[in-house]
């Protein structure tokens, strides 16, 4: 069974029970440990394959989805920051159009973890590589180092930040895989917005998860596959 | 001030150029203090061109602070006395740039509040933070190698000292050039090249400092160089020079052969604006051609000539590191190579960059950092070279 | 001089025992309150060394207990005037920090708000 299934049911068993101690007031309330209490680890990974194919020129909605559900401005300004963005590409020799959204590719080993030296840059077990911002002192050699611009830094103060995504001045951050999402048992807002449903969302580490089964198939590649960074995003149809 | 004596002219003028470096270093922490304040908005850097100003005055001071000490090596490790007589200004003068490059890398962090996490938190693969330990190590062992030499009772420690901080200091400037060779992605960096361009780099910058600051002393103490040991010096410093330019050379030409990286090239040597102008004009002709012009010519070469030419030399340096790192930064990452590519993130196109004051005065500030350690060094202690008289040959 | 050194200690010791509950600490609006975690005066003391080492589990282990989430921490004891723990003289978190000054550092970057009443907003 896919493990975001395991999770999303998790994540309901733990709510009814949330439910039925709030139906009985003054019992129980705070005393039972309720969400996620054990550590993720590495019998998931979890990764994207997206396709190129389906991803509409022009469409911006995976963008949109993720500055809602991130709390980014979406100004497009050279120091605002861009989670997610869409590139137009055009092969250079046979004119062929593209059109498709990239992010941080969560590799498996990732430059930016390498290079960040206090060690806030990190990948969690399950394969999510994220900013630890209260380690994070704002050097940006992980935005140096990242081979595919993923990065942004927070260069001015913030205020109303989204209360399950902390971002603040003079840090560094870039796509979480809504890693927020992905431990309730949700889909990352970018999947879940895709109205083509281009992004396909999962654990690579099941084989019978539906993205396991698919990349099995159909031929994917990871962008700049000769860097041997084994990225955790894929693309269909590149 | 007519009627002063000279000598108390002169005092007086001491303490001037001491307040006004003084009042450059409170300038460069309060643009650092507005830095912190407002965010890295003021200054002239984005998403784009992560690093900018404040890291070429740094690079510039780190390099040339380890390039510097290459007279006290000269004299310590390979006995020449000339170069002995000089080796403690060369270790004073390399603690004061280490101190301003490092202050304006720190101060430039977003979270410069934060910095003692580097300590607490370490990350054993980091380029950077392995710079750390060689930044804070090359402290300790100038230091004590100050110390053996000008303690009289520690003189026989002064040749392991030397021996040490010479070690220490090419590993510390291949540090330095590593931070850059180990970026893979970048097609101005991830060259082995860079860590020995750098420490060819350092000579001759590190000279070009030296040759200025005692040049000022002597011409401050109405003392004349010997003729010499002058000559020695400035040909060493031209010599430097030629093998600097000749590792550039190479970078590029090993460049151009690559069919990958013509484009780039391209960029910086010829179509990329101002930084092919400050390649071709600030670092080969001012920093280069015209200095070597200085040093060799025999209608120059006197410390006159010397002096521009060393100051020409920093010219020099500053246009290199500009174009290396931020020319480097601003040519597009390619990360779809055959494929042209637009994106509201600057993909396919020229990152712009623009220096804003607030971090030139902060790179700024961190010169008057090291013109104030060196300044009040000179005064209290007892650096200023001293000839050891000639003894004749026997 | 060694009489006035014990003097001093066992005056110490006298003011440091009384600081839990001392003359003039501030009124604090702590929302919906309550013992929640642990007693008042532990968690007084106590918070930041829990915040902290909850937030390492959180970030990088994926563990995440709603109950001793910071989050949660907000959704109870932010004010029920303006569902926050900062901004005013007696808000949960500020009013205390103030009179102990000492600086929050958590609110550059967290949300100082009941979450609830913004999904309410938002919808």
Known sequence: MNDTNVQRRQFLKTSVGAAAVAIAPGMLLFDMAHGKTEAVSNKVRWGMLIDTANCADGCNDCVNACNKENGLSGGL????????????????????????????????????VDVCPTG????????????????????????????????????????????????????????????????????????????????????????ESEISRKIRTVASIQVRADLGLNTGVRYQGL | ???????????????????????????????????????????????????????????????????????????????????????????????????????????????????????????????????????????????MYLWTMMEKRMKAWSKPAGFLVLIWRFILTTGTGVIFSFLVVRQAFGTAILPPMF??????????????????IYAWNLKILDEYVQKRMRNLMGLFVIAALYFVATYHLTNLYFAKQTEFEQFILVSGGVYPLLFWVGY???????????????????????????????????????????????????????????????????????????????????????????????????????EIPKTPLK | MSKLVALLVALFCCASAGATESYGMPKIDIGKG???????????????HLLFELRDKTVHEGIRDDKLSLKNCIECHASTKDNNVLGREDSFCEGCHRYEAVKIDCFECHSSKRSSALVQKEH
Not at chain 1, 79 to 94: A, C, G, P, V, Y
Not at chain 2, 33 to 59: C, D, K, L, R, S
Not at chain 2, 303 to 319: D, E, H, K, M, P
Not at chain 2, 321 to 349: C, N, T, W
Request: with cysteine; hydrophobic share 45%; charged share 15%.
């Open chain 1, 77 to 112: 300004s050279p120091t605002d920051s861009q989670w997610i963005r869409k590139i137009e590409l055009k092969d250079k020799l046979t004119g062929r159009e593209l059109s498709l959204p990239m992010m941080c590719q969560h590799c498996e080993n990732p430059p930016c």
């Open chain 2, 199 to 216: 420490i060819v780099i350092s000579f001759a910058w590190g000279m070009a400092v030296f040759h200025i600051v005692q040049s000022s």
């Open chain 2, 284 to 386: 080969v002709l001012v920093g280069n051609l015209l200095p070597l012009v200085l040093i060799y010519h025999p209608a120059f070469g006197k410390t006159r000539s010397v002096i521009a030419a060393s100051l020409l030399i920093i010219i020099g340096g500053f246009s290199l590191l500009y174009v290396l790192i931020v020319g480097g930064q601003a040519f597009p990452l390619s990360i779809f190579p055959g494929y042209e590519v637009s994106s509201s993130f600057g993909d396919g196109f020229i990152g712009q960059y623009s220096p804003s004051m607030p971090e030139i005065l902060l790179g700024l500030g961190g010169v008057g950092i090291a013109f104030l350690i060196t300044a009040i060094g000179i005064r209290v202690l007892d650096f200023v070279p001293r």
């Open chain 2, 1 to 143: 001030m007519a009627n002063l004596s000279p000598l108390r002219f002169q005092t007086r003028l001491y303490y001037v150029l001491v307040a006004l470096g003084g009042l450059i270093v409170l300038i460069g922490l309060y643009a650092a203090h507005m830095m912190e304040q407002h965010g890295h908005i003021i200054t002239g850097m984005n998403n784009q061109i992560v690093w900018g100003t404040p890291h070429v005055f740094a690079i510039f001071l780190i390099i040339a602070a380890s390039g510097v000490l290459n007279v006290s090596s000269i004299g310590s490790v390979f006995n020449k006395p000339a170069y002995k007589a000089r080796a403690p200004l060369a270790g004073l003068l390399s603690i004061a740039m280490l101190a301003g490059g490092l202050t304006v890398l720190m101060l430039d962090l977003g979270r410069p509040e934060r910095v003692i996490v580097a300590a607490t938190n370490y990350n054993i693969t980091s380029v950077f933070a392995w710079n750390i330990l060689l930044y804070s190590g090359m402290f300790a062992a100038v230091v």
């Open chain 3, 34 to 48: 309550g013992e929640c975690v642990k007693d008042p005066n532990w968690m007084r003391k106590n918070h930041m």
């Open chain 1, 120 to 207: 806030a840059s990190f990948g969690r077990a399950d394969g999510i590589v994220l900013v630890d911002k209260h380690l994070c002192i704002g050097c940006r050699y992980c935005m140096m180092a990242c081979p595919y611009k993923a990065r942004s830094f927070v260069h001015e103060a913030l205020h109303d930040q989204k209360p399950d995504v902390p971002r603040g001045k003079g840090t560094v951050e870039s796509c979480t895989m809504c890693v927020h999402r992905v431990d309730k048992g949700l889909q990352p807002a970018c999947a879940e917005a895709c109205p083509n449903k281009s992004i396909l969302f999962g654990n690579l580490n099941d084989p």
